[in-house]
């Protein structure tokens, strides 16, 4: 027997203007897109924007339904709108802003299980790592330099031959 940890290192910023204008941009586009969540249930907006590598940006937000498991997540309707128009042009990073409706608090919040999973999907087929920009309603941003941090030991198509 052999122990192994897994570890991963964050970029912290208490505010926006901390990042290069790039980024700046990014979350900016993240921030619009949570402008049209759809939350009437949960009241949590979520708006994502993922940048291409030919440079194209596609956004996405939660889209809630009455039927609650028929609802989904900002950031799955941004990475399969982004499959879907521009398949097979890799992913450079994606911008999440989240917070409830009317607050100005809350620290940022990393992708649910489910989003991690989707994200690596795409992570692992490009083989290039996807940067990840977490903004919360507090304006604190958390970069991650790739999602397969956040999903040690992920289930990949490399197990299906
Ligand atoms: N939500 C997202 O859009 N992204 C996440 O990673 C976590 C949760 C949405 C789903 C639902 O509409 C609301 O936030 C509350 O869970």
Same mark, same amino acid.
């Given at each position: 027997? #052999?122990?192994? +940890?897994?570890? !991963?290192?964050?970029?912290?910023? $208490? +505010?926006?203007? $901390?990042?290069?204008?790039?980024?700046?941009?990014?979350? *900016?586009?993240?921030?619009?897109?949570?402008? #049209?969540?759809?939350?009437?249930?949960?009241? !949590? *907006?979520?708006?994502?924007? =993922?940048?291409?590598?030919?440079?194209?940006?596609? %956004?996405?937000?939660?889209?809630?339904?009455?039927?609650?498991?028929?609802?989904? @997540?900002?950031?799955? =309707?941004? =990475?399969?709108?982004?499959?879907?128009?521009?398949?097979?042009?890799?992913?450079?990073? &994606?911008? &999440?802003?989240?917070?409830?409706?009317?607050?100005?608090?809350?620290?940022?919040?990393?992708? @649910?299980?489910? @989003? +991690?999973?989707? &994200?690596?999907?795409?992570?692992?087929?490009?083989?290039?790592?996807?940067? /990840?920009?977490? /903004?919360?309603?507090?304006? +604190? =941003? &958390?970069?991650?330099?790739? %999602?397969?941090?956040?999903?040690?030991?992920?289930?990949?198509? $490399?197990?299906?031959?």
């Amino acid at each position: 027997m #052999h122990k192994k +940890r897994y570890t !991963f290192e964050t970029e912290e910023f $208490d +505010r926006l203007e $901390d990042l290069p204008q790039k980024e700046q941009d990014l979350l *900016k586009k993240a921030s619009e897109a949570r402008e #049209h969540a759809y939350a009437p249930y949960s009241k !949590f *907006k979520v708006g994502a924007a =993922v940048l291409l590598e030919n440079q194209e940006v596609v %956004i996405g937000s939660n889209q809630e339904n009455a039927s609650f498991p028929s609802g989904l @997540c900002a950031e799955r =309707v941004a =990475v399969f709108q982004a499959g879907a128009r521009f398949p097979g042009v890799a992913i450079q990073s &994606i911008a &999440i802003v989240a917070a409830l409706e009317k607050s100005s608090s809350g620290n940022p919040a990393a992708p @649910c299980g489910n @989003c +991690r999973q989707s &994200i690596f999907e795409y992570e692992n087929k490009q083989n290039k790592p996807i940067t /990840m920009l977490l /903004m919360g309603g507090n304006g +604190r =941003v &958390i970069k991650c330099k790739a %999602i397969a941090d956040l999903l040690p030991l992920a289930f990949g198509s $490399d197990f299906l031959g």
